[in-house]
């Protein structure tokens, strides 16, 4: 398998005259911890993306993210892609992805107008009625079970174990709301401008689902309030008690989720330490149930 498939691209690239007049000269980019990123600073800006192993990205579905990027082209939030080679092959590795370049990532804390910009990208994708919805459905009881299994012969086992199962049963406790397209991590980094319009990128754990998860990631990452969650599509029919229960568990979940990402797939790569992930899990543990 090739490190990088830059023939693949390289061909892709050659076949439209319109992406560069030049052969690209791709340039490492910095950002994510399992991906690898790639940037073409010549006119048109682009940028490549070449797909981690499917051990490095535990809960990633490439058919599933390919397919909802399909869905969301033509919209003023969403990347714009050119081509997305999904599916593993001898000539595309884990396969790539390649984009326009829509701009630096914000830096945290949003400003209001920013926050207003990502809030109207938020209710314009849980209101898209997805054609292939089953094709597109997040299975949370999937994704816990695949980590479970990921989990086994690591330190703390049987902690993590435990919270798997706790992960469970507060996703069932969620309150109810209907199942919408949900980009399942959303931070600043995954936020670019692009001459003045907000573009939401990295939908690899993208797909129909639980909006609670976004809700969390706005709240906790991205300086939202709880009435600006209230005025999304999703949680329109909640009263302000089940918000505010929701919230609660879904920053739990937020946190619980990540810390069993990190320990699935491993730590090289990233900034994380042992030694804090092993305080995360106990945090987390420690942390009474609603």
């Known amino acids: 398998m090739q490190a990088v ?46 797909n981690a192993a499917p051990e490095q990205v535990p809960g990633v579905d490439r058919a599933r993210e390919a397919a909802v990027l399909a869905q969301v082209q033509g919209q003023p939030w969403a990347p714009w892609v050119l081509h997305c080679a999904a ?9 790539w992805l390649l984009t326009r370049w829509h701009g630096d990532s914000l830096a945290a804390p949003l400003d209001a107008a920013q926050r207003h910009q990502l ?13 292939s919805a089953p094709a597109l459905q997040m299975d949370y009881d999937a994704l816990l079970a695949g980590y479970g299994a990921q ?4 330190p703390m086992e049987r902690a993590l174990q435990q919270l798997v199962v706790r992960a469970a049963r507060e996703i069932a406790l969620l309150p109810e709301i209907p199942a ?3 980009h399942h991590d959303l931070h600043p980094g995954n936020l670019c401008l692009n001459e003045g319009t907000l573009v939401v990128v990295d939908w690899e754990y993208a797909a129909l689902g639980s909006a609670w998860f976004d809700a969390a990631a706005l709240v906790q990452r991205c300086g939202m309030r709880a009435e600006d969650i209230a005025a999304l599509p999703a949680f329109a029919m ?30 090289a790569g990233t900034d994380r330490k042992m030694a804090d992930l092993m305080r995360d899990t106990l945090r987390l543990l420690k942390q009474p149930e609603l």
């Open 87 to 95: 599916k593993p092959s001898a000539a595309n590795g884990d396969g």
């Open 151 to 154: 989990l086994v012969g690591l």
């Open 180 to 182: 919408v397209l949900t």
């Open 119 to 131: 809030r109207d990208a938020v209710a314009a994708w849980q209101g898209l009625e997805l054609a």
């Open 238 to 267: 909640l009263a302000a008690a089940p918000l505010a229960d929701g919230l609660m568990r879904a920053r739990w979940l937020g946190d619980a989720l990540e810390c069993l990402w990190y320990w699935a797939r491993g730590l």
């Open 5 to 50: 498939p830059f023939p693949a691209v390289q061909d892709f690239v050659q076949q439209h005259p319109e992406l560069s007049s030049t052969s690209p000269q791709w340039q490492p980019l910095a950002g994510g911890s399992s991906n690898r990123l790639y940037h073409h600073a010549a006119a048109p800006a682009l940028v490549l993306r070449v």
